[in-house]
Structure formats: C-alpha cells, structure tokens
C-alpha cells in the first residue's frame, strides 16, 4: 500500500543499498519512488521504513527487459548500484530509451565516453554525483574561490572505513580503467610523473591522527578541476589510516591487471578494511590546501570536511541533486562542475550533522584525536 505521492516519478536503482537507503530516505517525503532491486523483500522493508510511500519493483540489472520495465514511467532514474565501472552505461540507456533524465553516484570518465551524443534535447545526464568523485571536486571550490591567484594546490581523501564487497571491486576495476593515475601530479597544465615519495607519513593539523599514509593519485576529476582553474601544479592524495589495507592493494598492483579484480582480491580488500576500522571509529576526509595570492599576500590555507560514512555522505549528494534537478544545466555534466557548491555543503550539514568542516576562512583548529583501536 502507497502513502500521498508527490510530483514526477524517480526510480532509485540499487535502492536498499547502503548509498540508495540514505537517498531514499531523504527523498520519501517529498517526492514520488521506486524502489529497484534484485531482492523485493529488501525493497519491501525499506518502503515500510519510508512509511509505504514508495513503489517496489524487482529488478534485474541484467535482464533488459526488467530494467526497460522498471525505467518506463520514471522522470529520472538514479542508479546507486555497482560495481559502476561494470555496470557502465547499462542503466542510462534504458533510461534514456524510457525518456528519462539520469543520475549516477559514480561512473566518471568511462561512463562519460560512453554516453556523448547520446542525448536528445532537453534531457540531463549528470555523473559522479557522490563522494568522491563529485564532492571531492566541488568542496576544493570553496577555499578557491578565495584566492586571487592560486600556484599549487593539494587535494586530499581517504579515511577509516569498511568497504562493501561491491565498494571493493569498483575500487578495483577503477585501477585500470581510466579513474585516475597513480603517481602522477598536475605540471604546467598537464598530467606528469609525480616528484612525491610513492607513500608518505603525513602530519598536519587536521588529520585526526598522528601518521596517515598518503599514496599520491591524480584522479580525472581533479585534473578536470586543476584545468578549469587553471593551476600550474596541483597534486593528488588518497590517505590511508591503518597498514591493512594499504598492504593489501600494494600487492593487488603487482599482480597482472586481468585478476585484479578477482574474488579473492576483493574478499581481501574487504578483509583489510575490516581489520583497519576493527576498534576504531570509521571517518571519510576530503581536504584541500592551496599557496598563493589572498587578500593581496601570499597565503598558504587548507578546507577539509570529516564525515563518518561515505555512503551517507554519497547518498546526500545525490539526494541534493534530485531536489534541485530543474535547476541543473540541460545535457551531460560531472556533478561537481554544476552544483552550487556552498548551497550543496549546507544541505549535507543539515541532513548531517555530524559532519565536521572548516573551510579555511580562519586558522583551523586541529581535529580532536581519537580513541586508538583494539583488536
């Protein structure tokens, strides 16, 4: 049984899922859903958690006959199931061919290619609507916007977090196919090998702990972001807070890239996480920090927000961007080129409040430590 339904219909993709549950949630009492999935009956719970105002569909992300049948109706389909780096364009075309707009928490620069000129007037597309990517690009504009003149930035992400099965083998497949390069830096306005140590033990301010690994990483989306700026030098970080999982992928890396993905690297992945958060209390950080010209001098600033998950986190982005879905640019886009950044950030602090930010307006006081884990 379905409660008041408002306005046009969003079918929600991998909907009972860590990333689509916060979605949902957010989205059930002002807007009409349905809830996609391989199992109903997890559907079905999670619409009684809305208060049965939503649609259940089951779903077979395979079959193109359910997903054809789930899109039809839909204004805008929102895909939060993964692995993203194989599901690819699968749902956007059936979105597309059902007349839908849509929206996708991952996807970035394969998904992109794939779906250039694809588009009849009048619809949107926006991709990588999460996290990261899509906040890790946006939140670096607000301290930007600052400068007058930026020379060098750094962006920074990572945390403490047990990673899903379907987390670790998107991560996985995003090792070779086109997320990002490791190692490599941003130089006179282009991707080059990178002078950084290939790991480091960083110490700064707002790290919430002494000795973070930080492996440098340039991401498509920050050299889309050093370009837009365009920055002379910037650099990329993934921080890793615990050995575990750093281990882990290290040897990953030196195995051929076709069993990269294999189900025993991605059980120990999952494994590696678990044994780094074992004890502690899980975070997500996205930093920046940028030297140059502010207020007419020579400045050095840094902006960093601290979440407890990263799927609530993703969920919140995407949520925002339903809401504000008329407003966004017609055509294809990376969400972290369309979004109002500052509007975006103080939604995410009202739907969580527990999300930490400075945004380097002012010296920043140093995150409270926290407790050390047990195993």
Known sequence: MSGPQI???????????????????????????????????????????????????ALDLWDDASLADFCAGCALVINCAGPSYRILDRVARAALAAGADYLDVGGDDPLHECLQGQLAPGRRLLLSAGMLPGLSGLFPQLLARSFQRIEQMRCYAG??????????????????????????????????????????LLERPWLPVSGVRAYPYLSCEQQRL??????????GFNLFEGGQLAAALQRIQGSPPETRHSAQNIAALVQASALDVAGRRPYQLLTVEID??????????????????????????AAFC??????????????AQVLDASACLEQIQRWLPDTRVSLGLQPAAPAPQLEEGVL
Do not use: M
């Open 322 to 335: 339903a809401l504000h879905w008329q407003q966004l640019p017609e055509g294809l886009h990376y969400a």
């Open 226 to 235: 050093f370009s837009e700026l365009q920055l002379a030098r910037g650099q």
């Open 292 to 317: 140059g010209l502010r207020d007419g001098r020579p400045q050095q600033a840094s902006a960093w927000l601290r979440a407890s998950d990263g799927s609530r986190l993703t969920g919140c982005v």
């Open 159 to 200: 945390g403490l977090g047990r990673l899903s099965a379907t987390a670790a083998e998107d991560f996985l497949l995003s090792l070779g196919t086109g997320f990002g390069r490791a190692q490599y830096a941003w130089c006179d306005g282009r991707p080059q090998r990178s002078s950084e140590p290939p790991e480091q």
């Open 7 to 57: 306005g046009p219909l969003i079918g929600l993709v991998g909907a009972y899922g860590s990333v689509g549950r916060q979605v949902a949630l957010l989205l059930a009492g002002s807007r009409r859903l349905r809830l996609g999935g391989r199992d109903p009956q997890q559907a079905e719970q999670l619409n009684q958690q809305l208060g049965a105002r939503a649609e259940v569909r």
